[in-house]
Every structure is written in C-alpha cells, then in structure tokens.
C-alpha cells in the first residue's frame, strides 16, 4: 500500500469491492458473509494488530443458531473455545441467592439453550482464518480513515496508513469502527442518547468464587444498593464488573487499594488478589440517528452502544451485521436495489432502541435500586418468575434476544 493510489475508475462500479472499517467481530463477520457469497472485501483496521483484549464474552443462543447458518465449523469452535453457561442467577449481597433460570427452558426455540461464555478475541481470529480461505478479503491493520466522498455510484476513502496515504474505491463502505467510528463522523451521523456519569471497571482473576458460594453459575448479577457488580466465568478466569463513583479519578479506580477493597467485598480472604486484566471504560446509551447514508452503512457499536449487563452489546452488533451483509450481496449481485439499505435501517434501528438499549437499561436500574420497597418488589418478581416455567421461558426469551431477533425478522418481512 506504499505512495498515494486509486482504485481505477470504471463504468462497472459493482465489480468494486465493499470496504469495511474496523476489523472487530460484526467487522469480519460482514467480510466473511461477503466474502463467502464471492463479493470482494477490504478491510481496514486502525490498530496494528488485532485486538486480543477481554471486552465481550457472552453468545446467545439466537447468535449461535446465526453463526450455524453461516459456517457450522465456526460456532463449533466458540463452543469449544467457551464454556456453556445453562444457568443465570441472580443475587442480591445482602439477601444472597435471589432467582435462577434455567436456560434448557428454551430447547425446541433455539438450537443452543444455554449461553457460550468465549471471549470476542477468540473469534475474531477463528475469523481471520476464516477470511484467508476465501480468496475474496484482505485486511489491512494499521489502517485508519482519514475521509470519505462517495457518488451515485461509488465511495471512496482517504486511509492512513503505515505507508502514507492510499485512496481506495469501493460500492459500499461500512463503519463497524465501534463506538468512536471514524466513518459514522465523515459521515455526518448524529450518534443520539447519553454517556453515564460513572464509568465499568472490570477485574480478572484466577480465583475461583464457585469455591465459596454454593451452586454459583457461570452467569451471576449481584444487586446491591451501594455497590453492585457482575460475576461471569470465561475459561480460566471469572470476570468482575463494578461501577465507579462519577468523580473517582481512573487511576484510583484501578489502584491496587481500591481493586482489593472491592474484591474483598465479594470474597474475604486473609490473602490478596492476583489479577490478570484490569480495564476501565466509559458506557454509553446511544444509537445513530440513521445507519446508512447514501453508500455508507453502520453497524455493530458504531450504529449503537448500550451498557454491558447482559451481554447484548456484541450480539446485536453481529445480528446487525448479518443483515447488512446478505443486504448487500443482493445489491451487489444486481437482485435487489440500493434503497434496500433502508429497509435495514427500519429493521436493526428500532430493535437497538426498543429491545437492546431498553433491556440493557432496565438490567442495571434493577442492579442499582436503591428504594428499600421498590428493591423488594422487583426481587419478588423475578423470583415468581423464576418459579413459573411459561414465565420463565417468556423472560429468557427476551434476555437470550430471541425476541428480539423474531422482532427484527417481522420488521424486516420480505426484504429480509
């Protein structure tokens, strides 16, 4: 990619590849859909390498069932590279053991009644060994954008990269950049909603807190007024999630005092912590105004981003990215016009706000409530619910985002 080049121009502007920002999972999973189906993909990634850090970890079961349908070796792998999570607890720290699911409830609605618990990274380099058998995708890392301009029948991007600036020229252009994407500001996109005053700090370790609660899942949300947090069990560590006061510094947050108080709060024990990773972020509420403009599309964090509880964050990144992808292969192939964007818009946009963000929403007010009654009324709820199969079924329908993807399918109706 060395010197300052164009794609040529020609008057077969479909024979140009799709170009894609960010080489994540929703990122290479839309390569890999194109890619497989014979339409040529480039792939740009800022970082240098890919990514390798713990971020997310859960695979619902309608995921599952989406990656089946594109490469069975695939979900395979994720199964073997996890571990299943049948069961979701909830506790509360002062009252313990709250309610559990059972996710076998969900069998003959899905083909995995349980939840993979597999860090992201995993994936995404299965992925790029994916990507290297097909013949139709390249991905440049240390590639970022740097602008765009796109006409009737083209987009064209500015990349900076490792050997200075290229210019490249494809049909589509897709911004699965994540929360901060490049592609959604070139483009003009407001990204609407709200950023949390407190910021997540996750904590792992190799200490094994099954050892020291009786029947802990792999799956654990802890209420609690003052300090609740999140339990999940990857393979080899249990993941720890707290939420920050607003005005704590970041460097106190991830101090070594600060992270064995908080970690002394779940489990006393006369020795200190080992931790592996300790990672602090910022969590948003927020979605695009529109995901696609012209020949450009979002998907994944950079179409919309919500907070973490409950894992629905990389899931709906990919069921996004899946749609896009057979969307696009329509257009590319000449079946289908471009304004079929549009009906993804009206698909994948409503779910993020009605099903994702307002899940996610509703997950941490139950975790932080501070209302005494109101704390006592939500648990009595969740534990009728528990205790009643049809009702528990209808609650893990909506949590594993099997409702959600039925909405989207409904939405999305013969265009899909």
């Not at 949390?196 to 654990?220: G, K, M």
């Amino acid at each position: 990619m060395a010197g300052v080049r164009s794609w040529p121009s020609t008057e077969q502007a479909m024979a140009l590849p799709v170009l894609i920002a960010g080489a994540g999972p929703v990122g290479l999973t839309i390569a890999l859909v194109l890619a497989r189906a014979g339409v040529a993909v480039e792939v740009f990634e800022r970082a240098t390498e890919i990514a390798e850090d713990l971020r997310a970890s859960t695979w619902h079961p309608p995921t599952l069932d989406m990656l089946d349908r594109i490469d069975p070796a695939l979900t395979r792998r994720v199964i073997e590279a996890g571990l299943v999570a049948r069961y979701t607890q909830y506790h509360d720290r002062r009252e313990g053991l709250i309610a559990e699911f059972d996710m076998e409830l969900l069998r003959g609605d899905t083909a995995h009644p349980y939840r993979i618990q597999c860090e992201q990274f995993k994936y995404t380099r299965f992925l790029v060994e994916a990507l290297a058998g097909t013949g139709c995708a390249t991905v440049h890392l240390g590639c970022s954008l740097a602008g765009l301009r796109q006409s009737a029948d083209t987009v064209e991007i500015d990349v900076e990269s490792p050997e200075g600036r290229v210019v490249r020229k494809g049909v589509f252009l897709v911004g699965a950049d994540g929360v901060r994407s490049a592609v959604r500001q070139a483009a003009g996109i407001e990204f609407e909603g709200f950023t949390f005053p407190e910021r997540f700090y996750t904590i792992s370790t190799e200490f094994d807190f099954a050892q020291h609660f009786e029947r802990l899942s792999l799956v654990n949300y802890v209420s609690d007024p003052d300090e609740w947090c999140v339990l999940l069990k990857v393979p080899g560590l249990w993941r720890v999630l707290f939420p920050t006061p607003a005005d704590e510094p970041d460097e106190a947050v991830v101090s070594d005092a600060a992270t064995e108080r908080r970690l002394q709060g779940v489990v006393a024990r006369a020795v200190p912590y080992e931790t592996r990773h300790r990672t602090i972020y910022r969590v948003h509420q927020r979605v695009a105004r529109r995901y696609h403009a012209g020949r450009v599309a979002l998907a994944g964090d950079a179409a919309h981003v919500n907070n973490p509880i409950g894992g629905m964050g990389m899931n709906g990144g990919l069921h996004d990215g899946v749609s896009l992808a057979r969307r696009l292969i329509r257009i590319v192939r000449g079946e289908a016009p471009q304004p079929l964007l549009e009906h993804y818009e009206r698909e994948r946009r409503p779910i993020a706000i009605e099903y994702i963000n307002a899940n996610t929403g509703r997950n941490k007010k139950l975790m932080e409530e501070r209302d005494p009654a109101v704390r006592r009324q939500s648990q009595g709820e969740m534990r009728r619910m528990a205790d009643d199969p049809v009702l528990a079924r209808d609650y893990l329908m909506r949590t594993s985002m099997i409702t959600a993807l039925r909405a989207a399918e409904a939405l999305a109706g013969a265009d899909a």
